[in-house]
């Protein structure tokens, strides 16, 4: 079945620094979406982008969408402890059912 | 506070029991879905509901169960047919789609299940 692809899985950080997640599909998505879920607890819906090459921003986290509308990706700049957790990426199928593919996830771990 | 119930948190069981999942949502969405994570596997989709009285197999239904007789609630049932059960299971709710545009899930706390 059609697969969205997310690296990387894991991803450790010194406090302070930047942090990048990338998903992408073989084929076009018509949208996606970004969810955060914290050690232990369950995915929380951070965003959706519809556009191509959409840019949408929420204090330190950065959202893309690619031209071709196959990748999009989630920048944290100045990591923090509180970012700590795993980011999912969801991508809907253009012309596919109304179900997104969710991504592996990137495990992010911030180190003080 | 509108939100999304799933009880127990943790939930025993043994092996060739079959065993129920509470999910409920105040939150007046139509459609409901529940997932299974595994570490490493991300987010699996299980089963789905769109409208009540009607559900829709997902990736890996073999050996679950579901039923959604009411708009609230979406119960979910691990039979004894399914092979390797002990799981995180996340149940979630959407307004659902408005022409091509998904509106974003709303995630309950999830049941942790061992079965030994």
């Known amino acids: 079945g059609q697969q969205v692809m997310q690296i990387p899985q894991y991803q450790h950080v010194q406090e302070g620094e930047d942090f990048t997640t990338y998903c992408n599909s073989s084929t076009t998505l018509s949208n996606i979406q970004w969810y955060k879920q914290r050690p232990g607890g369950h995915p929380v819906f951070l965003i959706q982008l519809v556009k191509s090459g959409e840019v949408k921003k929420q204090k330190r986290l950065t959202f893309q969408f690619g031209e071709a509308k196959k990748n999009s990706s989630l920048h944290i700049t100045a990591t923090q402890t509180t970012d700590v957790g795993t980011y999912f990426c969801a991508g809907l199928v253009s012309g596919g059912s109304y179900i997104p593919t969710f991504g592996r996830g990137t495990s992010l771990i911030v180190h003080p | 506070d509108g939100g999304i119930t799933q009880s127990p948190k943790y939930l025993f069981r043994k092996e060739g029991q079959n065993v129920t999942l509470s999910c409920e949502q105040n939150?007046?969405?139509?459609?409901m879905y529940w997932y299974r994570q595994d570490p490493g596997q991300g987010l699996r989709l299980i089963y789905y509901?769109?409208?009540?009285?009607?559900?829709q197999k997902g990736d890996i239904a073999e050996g679950y169960s579901v039923s959604r007789e009411k708009k609230e609630s979406f119960p979910l049932t691990v039979t004894s047919a399914q092979k390797n059960p002990t799981a995180f299971y996340l149940c979630a709710s959407s307004l659902g789609v408005e022409g091509r545009l998904l509106y974003g899930y709303t995630f309950g706390s999830g049941t942790r299940l061992t079965v030994v």
């Open positions: 939150l007046n969405h139509d459609a």
């Open positions: 509901s769109q409208i009540v009285n009607d559900f």
